[in-house]
């Protein structure tokens, strides 16, 4: 797959703007979502201000204050017009990961329950949750489409080949991880919130 994501400033400025509201919108200053995410006051700050380009691990340890799922905030990220049922594959939010390189594709239309979102995850990629990011899901499942996937929820690692469905227990901390240092795997994640 093609990297089609926008411009890095473009989608960083909005992720930014949308990170600042969610806190305002909260009451909260840097330092009590620092306290609540776990993530350092100056790194707030520099996502804040789009000066630093936050991975997935980062996010998710930031959304989950928020009471919002990773997708959920990039969703709002993007202000995708709501009012349908279809995402046309033109109109699906597509984000990449710096630290990763992992691609993500929101699949379902905004606002949708469950959520679904495609990832293409690079060869010998990992991408690590904390627990915290699945506290405000009901449920989640992983379905592999292409190549392989090693998952660890928490003790347990799961490996996953093409075809394969792994429902999540309760929340524990996670890694992604792509075992094959020559091929990416591509795969849906599905969500079901609270």
Request: aromatic share 6%; with cysteine; glycine share 8%.
């Amino acid at each position: 797959m093609q990297d089609e994501a926008e411009a890095p400033d473009a989608a960083a400025a909005r992720l930014a703007a949308r990170l600042r509201a969610e806190r305002e919108a909260r009451g909260w200053t840097i330092a009590e979502l620092a306290e609540r995410s776990g993530v350092s006051r100056a790194m707030i700050s520099k996502v804040e201000r789009a000066e630093a380009s936050p991975t997935a691990a980062l996010l998710g340890r930031l959304s989950g204050p928020f009471g919002l799922t990773l997708s959920a905030l990039l969703a709002r990220a993007e202000a995708a017009p709501g009012g349908g049922v279809v995402a046309r594959r033109a109109d699906q939010a597509l984000w990449r990961d710096p630290g990763s390189g992992y691609l993500r594709r929101m699949v379902s239309p905004p606002g949708a329950e469950p959520e679904v979102v495609r990832v293409e995850l690079p060869p010998a990629a990992r991408v690590p949750y904390p627990a915290a990011s699945y506290a405000l899901l009901r449920g989640q499942c992983i379905w592999l489409l292409e190549g392989a996937l090693r998952f660890h929820e928490g003790a347990v690692t799961h490996d996953l080949a093409p075809g394969d469905c792994l429902a999540l227990g309760p929340p524990a901390d996670c890694l992604y991880e792509n075992p094959s240092a020559t091929q990416a795997c591509h795969y849906l994640v599905v969500v079901a919130r609270r």
